[in-house]
């Protein structure tokens, strides 16, 4: 069974931190992009960082960029999003996606996690 479990998220007041974690397992973690997506009531969902699979650096939304960082362990096929500085408008429901493609992308994403709910206060 393929599964992405996320965990991490919880309430937390603006200016503080979150690590998010992702652990993989069903799948050969190595070969797909892993990153994070977030959706916020009323909102489309969108992408806020990846773990590319072609050499590339990560990539980063410019809403979470120095502040946000992608990590992977791969040893126990997890992938983590430090979230620092912490905003009220990074407020939602952060999704793991894993995607067959060299980088993140909603259309092209295989397996999605099931989300944790980020709340920041201010």
């Known amino acids: 069974e393929v599964q992405l479990v996320e965990s991490g998220g919880g309430l937390v007041q603006a200016g503080g931190s979150l690590r998010l974690s992702c652990a993989a397992s069903?799948?050969?973690?190595?070969?797909?992009?892993i990153g994070w997506f977030r959706q916020a009531p009323g909102k489309e969902r969108e992408g806020v960082s990846c773990?590319?699979?072609?050499?590339?650096?990560?990539d980063y939304a410019d809403s979470v960029k120095g502040r946000f960082t992608i990590s992977s362990d791969n040893a126990k096929d997890t992938v983590y999003l430090q979230m620092n500085n912490l905003r009220p408008e990074d407020t939602a429901v952060y999704y793991c996606a894993a995607s067959h493609l060299f980088y993140c992308s909603a259309w092209g994403t295989d397996y999605w996690g099931k989300g944790t709910l980020v709340t920041v206060s201010s």
């Open positions: 773990i590319r699979r072609d050499g590339v650096g990560p």
């Open positions: 069903g799948f050969t973690f190595d070969d797909y992009a």
